[in-house]
């Protein structure tokens, strides 16, 4: 299904965002206050527009209520950062994502009305961490900004059925396929016996995800 984005501001992050989003077929509009800026991605969004997104009644303009999702993708200028969020929400934007470089701008910007607040580097080295730290953790897949689906290898605290395991009432989370060997079983019910080794295929909330890996883990 087709969405609708604005991404405020075309540096490195935001003209990434902005073509990987139109590459996948979503409706694009990209702003930034440099008409220079512009240039590197005006052949892949669907519009680009030069407007300075701190000025609310520039932004109002932009009829926000009719986008998804806002990025303000503004992380090198706090000031501007602030008042392209601040500005986005007195517009009615249904979510708004704003950039931060540090804890700080991240609970300022929280603060001010973003609803999800992202760091890039930040959240790519914790990635990698997770990933060399916990190699039994085979992949995970964000679903918005709570859920998400999570492959974990399974250890010897979760050998056994299913219901015995019971961990939609332990962790809150549900089996959607087991992975062994060359073999998937999707939609295990409650008498599947899990073996150390096993591939799980976990969905649920992302706190309630991270118990289970440090379960696991422990």
Known sequence: MQRSFLVVGTGRFGSSVAR???DFGHEVVAVDRSEEALSDVIDRVTH????????DRAVAQLGLKSFDTVIVAIGGNLEAGILATVAAKAAGAKYVISKANSRMTARILASVGADEVVRPEHD????LAR????????ATLQLGPDHGVAELETR????GSLI???????FRVQVIAVHRGDEIEVGPT?????????RLLLIGRNEDLDQVRDYIDG
Do not use: C, Y
């Open 20 to 22: 990987s989003l139109f």
């Open 48 to 55: 680009a527009v030069v407007i300075d997104a701190t000025d």
């Open 124 to 127: 790519m080295g914790h990635r």
């Open 131 to 138: 990933q060399l730290a916990t190699p039994n953790e085979i």
């Open 156 to 159: 010897d605290r979760f050998v």
């Open 164 to 170: 015995d395991l019971e961990l939609p009432r332990r």
């Open 190 to 198: 409650g008498d599947f016996e899990l073996h150390e080794g096993d």
